[in-house]
């Protein structure tokens, strides 16, 4: 395997851990105001994020610097592309930031309405613009001869890209009760059941069809053969339809394993279907960026793998030791 190869799978594996670790935080976040019926509640349910949803967010900015670091070209286009996409998202992500710091500040129910608000709005609002971004990489931007971006922000948008985004708002609102199924204990926990057997089966409609979809999708614009395809995307939609089923027969653990399953195939199936391009361009599709047109020089590949390798471990040993650390359930005894 080249080094292009190696670090085009390593940061489609970086954007799994991305969806897999930040899409539970992001659907608690969509679920606080519904599963919590009074402020203390809400601010229980967010505990069950708090020491560990900034630290999901590494996985972004590393994701974000390795294709800076391997594929420069890529990421100029992709910015340039997407840039009002991207900072509707950073704008998303500070206000749900600030949204978690503030709303214990102030008084009143005007101010704690507020804030809950933009804690909910933040927590959808930037799991459909990531869905809707990633897909139209695959999709088709309008690429120039010189592969430079040549369009505008309405060119991101189709029927395609939009129901991407809003499989990934639903799946990651799954993802999130079935988090809280297992964070929380007494009341709590069990409606945080209930919403997750309320979610499954519109969950698993919309996210099978949206990854058939992206299967003819890779075949249709980015001539890709059906098979390599179509095995991520059959994982992925078996995991959605398993995790329904587990969450119905109570198995929370073993549900929400299956629903970070289906939020890693996800991203496997669109990166799979991207292969060997990382953006196919919509209008002629000789004008699209390959994996060889994008990458950096070999020796800047071998030192950043070399940092790579010391580095990657470091971090999983760190957040696999918050992630124990902070492993008990929040919200007083379990009912029996």
């Known amino acids: 395997m080249s080094l292009e190869i190696f670090w085009f799978c390593l940061i489609a594996v970086l954007w799994g851990g991305y969806f897999v670790l930040e899409g539970f935080d992001f659907g608690v976040g969509m679920l606080a105001a519904v599963v919590g019926r009074d402020d203390d509640e809400r601010h229980t349910v967010i505990e069950t994020i708090g020491p560990v949803w900034d630290g999901n967010e590494v996985w972004l900015v590393v994701a974000a610097g390795a294709t800076f670091a391997a594929f420069p070209a890529w990421y100029a286009t992709m910015f340039a592309g997407l840039y009002l996409l991207l900072l509707a998202i950073l704008v998303c992500l500070i206000v749900r930031a600030v949204s978690f710091d503030w709303r214990g500040r102030g008084d009143g129910e005007r101010w704690h309405r507020s804030w809950r608000w933009a804690s909910t709005a933040s927590s959808i609002g930037a799991p459909f613009f990531w869905g809707v971004g990633l897909a139209a990489l695959l999709h088709g931007l309008p690429l120039n001869s010189d592969q430079t971006y040549g369009g505008d922000v309405g060119d991101v948008f189709s029927v395609y890209t939009v129901l991407v985004g809003a499989a990934t708002v639903l799946l990651f609102a799954f993802h999130g009760a079935t988090f809280l199924t297992l964070r929380l204990a007494g009341g709590l926990g069990e409606r945080a059941a209930a919403f997750a057997r309320r979610l499954a089966l519109p969950t698993a409609v919309v996210v099978v069809g949206v990854l058939a979809w992206t299967v003819v999708v890779a ?11 179509l095995v991520p995307a059959a994982v992925g939609a078996g995991g959605v339809v398993a995790a329904g089923l587990l969450v119905g027969a109570r198995r929370p653990g073993w549900g929400f394993a299956a629903t970070a399953l289906t939020a890693g ?15 196919v361009s919509s209008p ?27 580095c990657t471990p470091v971090v999983l040993l760190y957040q696999g030791w918050a992630y124990h650390v902070f492993r008990a359930r929040v919200g007083g005894a379990p009912s029996v």
Do not use: E, K, Q
Not at 220 to 229: E, H, Y
Not at 290 to 297: F, H, K, L, M
């Open 219 to 229: 075949i249709d614009r980015n001539d890709r053969s059906l098979l390599p395809v």
């Open 265 to 279: 195939m996800i991203v496997a199936t669109l990166f799979t279907g991207l292969y060997p391009r990382v953006i």
């Open 284 to 310: 002629d599709f000789a004008n699209s960026l390959t994996i060889s047109d994008a990458a950096t020089a070999h020796y800047a590949l071998s030192v950043i793998t070399v940092v790579a390798a010391v």
